[in-house]
């Protein structure tokens, strides 16, 4: 029989394989891969969209083809196999491959489960380990899905023949009925007919009150409660047994058995068929016991465990449908009550151990017995548990051997899954950065991983039994127990800080997260070393103090307003330099506040920071909130498609008393040259004639007398007298200019 696998549904239990398989390889994608004659198709299919490729594409086949277990391509970009491929030269651009072949227990190699990655990678030898691991539980699975569809088909041909029986039964007289539940009709068979008491003239005005009206008052409730879990989806079917009232009075014991045909797309029932049966006789004459015996050997016959019993002499007693099933299978014929239950078709070695438990059973009394059974041929491995009791008649005395044996196959194959699973959970959990831990009631701890060692400094076997506040840093001692009440409340707690002590006396800080699991009584817990997080809100806490400082604190005032200048956001510095709190700037137009002749300036200079990332202002009169008017220095940063400032940002600073000095200046400077240029005049003429006088002098060569020469210098020292009297009073002026300026 096949798998039957090829273009099934997902699953999650083979999910959660691929997911594991990739968490161990460090791969973003894992698959399983299964290939036949044409195409491969993906049952599972972690990281990667599509759940299937054509065969050319498929670096699966060559593991079949090769007959290999494993297949690992480090780089196939260099590989002469795989660098042509579709998913290496294009999307996805496959760089890596790791194939572990699923092979069945016949031999039959079906695929792989395989893990891919886009860059050439290597593995290591645990990981390779761990992926044909989960190879084999893949198949373990199939094997375990395999197993389930034959039980579904067995069910399925029990069906088909318990529905041949009820045909056969209701030839014999039983009568036949169908109810239309949509518009309340009945259809009944000749025997039906007879037993109700009906004919086909009332049949139609037979309808579901008229029968509970015949029906005897102490059956009535159990039919009607019958027949209302019978009609409730998804049912079974129904059997009841009452008593209806005839023509002449007297009741007659029935017997109905029911079941929904056919259900509407909302689960309503539509149509019912069943069988009616007259029991008047049997209820008059069956007993008791015959009753209770019929149904324990009905109930023996419908289970698939075996059950038998042996006499002291290892001869059958009795035994179920099961047992004489499997024993026709393997001898050909069943074992009649007497014969030895030994088989000259079993191996000498397997009857001897069957002997071996039948004289433990007689001697030691009850046990079980789990046995593996393997078939050579088939590559198959079941697993069953049989029991041994003793059989004792009514008088005490030991009679025989009974025995039970249950296929717990389904059982054991979903616990070893179970525990593969377990196994490389804990390995997960162990290369977590974060510690993972459980504590009971009393704070101890459970189980924690290897992170506490690299956090706290202690080994796994140290922590484990030791009481959690005992590591607590004693200052949070109390905040800690009133977090674990309140975990402890049903309250699930996450991002609680508190302090731990490592092994050489450091304070560590943690972040933990936790949670009450109220069954089980325990506390599941995962903690973090908070000490970057603690260093970088240091960091953080001393930026905004230095923030602080600049914004609140500073000589300049700060600013937000958004394209049209009106105000969001104003520095408390507002207050100090202009006598206007920033409540209230906001909401207020800053045009409102320039002078008027100044505005069309500003306003210029404002929209060109529209376009470009800053502006600078020069000085421009802003009105004081006690009326008078101060110059202003402003630079304007377009901060308006930063999220957290969504505006444009105004440093502004007050320079009246610059723009004053350099105002006097200005002025100071226009009159020392209105001084320079009404003097020059009276300075040129001395200094020209005593120019000329020099030449004079320095040019005479004898040709001046004594008296021209004392006249030459006369004239000398009357024109350095007029430029001595000229700088006085040019330096008298500029005094007298300067003085008046500082006033």
């Known amino acids: 029989m096949s798998y039957d696998i090829m273009d099934t549904h997902p699953e999650v239990i083979y999910d959660e394989i691929t997911s594991l398989a990739a968490s161990i390889c460090d791969t973003p994608t894992s698959l399983i891969s299964l290939v036949d004659d044409k195409r491969q198709f993906f049952k599972s299919h972690h990281g990667l969209e599509i759940n299937g490729t054509l065969l050319e594409d498929s670096f699966c086949k060559h593991i079949i083809a090769d007959d290999v277990n494993l297949l690992i391509v480090e780089d196939t970009h260099k590989d002469v196999r795989f660098r042509d491929y579709n998913l290496v030269k294009n999307d996805p651009n496959i760089g890596f491959y790791a194939g572990a072949s699923l092979t069945a227990e016949n031999g039959q190699r079906l695929g792989t489960l395989c893990v891919l990655d886009y860059e050439p990678k290597q593995l290591q030898q645990a990981q390779i380990n761990g992926l044909q691991t989960l190879a084999k539980q893949v198949i373990q699975l199939f094997e375990l899905r395999k197993s389930r569809k034959i039980e579904e088909d067995q069910k399925i041909d029990l069906e088909q023949k318990g529905k041949l029986l009820d045909n056969i039964v209701n030839a014999t007289g039983i009568g036949i009925w169908e109810r239309n539940l949509i518009n309340d009709t009945l259809t009944l068979n000749e025997q ?23 029906i005897h008052k102490d059956d009535l409730a159990e039919v009607q409660k019958k027949m209302f879990d019978c009609l409730s989806y998804p049912s079974d079917g129904c059997s009841v047994q009452y008593r209806m009232l005839q023509k002449g009075g007297d009741y007659k014991w029935i017997q109905d058995k029911g079941k929904v045909l056919q259900w509407s797309d909302n689960k309503k029932p539509q149509l019912m068929y069943g069988t009616v049966q007259d029991i008047t006789e049997k209820k008059n004459y069956t007993t008791e016991l015959q009753r209770v015996k019929n149904n324990q050997e009905a109930m023996i016959n419908s289970t698939k465990d075996l059950m038998w ?42 009857t001897e151990k069957w002997k071996s438990y039948y004289k433990k059973a007689l001697t030691s009394g009850p046990f079980s017995v789990k046995q593996k059974i393997q078939d050579p041929k088939k590559f198959w491995t079941t697993y069953g548990l049989t029991s041994f009791d003793l059989l004792y008649n009514k008088e005490g005395e030991k009679i025989g051997i009974t025995c039970f044996s249950k296929d717990i196959t389904s059982e054991v194959l979903s616990q070893q899954v179970l525990i593969g699973a377990k196994e490389e959970l804990q390995k997960i959990m162990d290369t977590s950065l974060d510690i993972i831990c459980t504590l009971d009631e009393d704070g101890y701890f459970l189980s924690i991983n290897k992170a506490c060692k690299q956090i706290w400094g202690y080994e796994p076997k140290d922590i484990i039994g030791t009481r959690y506040l005992e590591l607590v840093y004693d200052e949070d001692i109390k905040l800690t127990e009133d977090s674990a009440e309140s975990v402890l409340s049903g309250k699930k707690v996450v991002n609680f800080e508190n302090r731990y002590k490592h092994k050489n006396g450091a304070i560590v800080p943690m972040l933990w997260s936790s949670n009450w699991d109220k069954k089980d009584r325990v506390y599941y817990c995962i903690a973090r070393d908070n000490t970057e997080k603690k260093k970088a ?36 510095t507002s207050t100090k330099i202009l006598n206007i709190t920033p409540e209230e700037f906001v909401g207020t137009n800053a045009f409102n506040h320039v002078h008027p002749d100044d505005y069309d300036i500003v306003y210029s200079e404002f929209m060109k920071v529209l376009d470009i990332p800053q502006v600078t202002i020069k000085p421009f009169r802003f009105k004081h909130g006690s009326g ?3 110059w202003l220095e402003t630079v304007i940063t377009n901060k308006l498609d930063e999220p957290t400032i969504n505006g444009i940002v105004v440093n502004s600073k007050d320079v009246t008393t610059k723009v004053l000095h350099l105002n006097a200046i200005e002025e100071q400077n226009a009159q020392l040259k209105k001084i320079a240029w009404t ?36 004239y000398i020292f009357t024109s350095a007298d007029e430029i001595d009297n000229v700088i006085k009073d040019i330096v008298e002026n500029t005094i007298n200019v300067i003085d008046i300026d500082k006033n």
């Open 679 to 714: 003097q020059s005049h009276i300075v040129r003429a001395p200094v020209a004639r005593l120019m000329g006088l020099i030449n004079l002098l320095t040019d005479d060569k004898g040709k001046l007398n004594v008296e021209e020469k004392e006249q030459v210098l006369n």
């Open 628 to 630: 008078h008017w101060i």
């Open 537 to 572: 809100e240091l960091l953080l806490k001393n930026s905004e103090r230095r923030y602080k400082t600049l914004v609140q604190e500073g000589s300049d005032m700060i600013c937000i307003v958004d394209e049209k200048a009106i105000f969001s956001y104003a520095s408390p």
């Open 192 to 214: 039906a007919l007879s037993i109700y008491g009906l004919n086909k003239t009332t049949l139609s005005e037979f309808k579901t009150d008229t029968w509970f009206s015949l």
């Open 309 to 350: 019993s042996i006499d002291l002499e290892y001869r059958l007693i009795t035994a179920n449908t099961a047992f004489h099933q499997l024993v026709n299978k393997i001898q050909g014929r069943p074992f009649n009550e007497g014969d030895l239950v030994f088989s000259d078709q079993v191996a000498a070695q397997v």
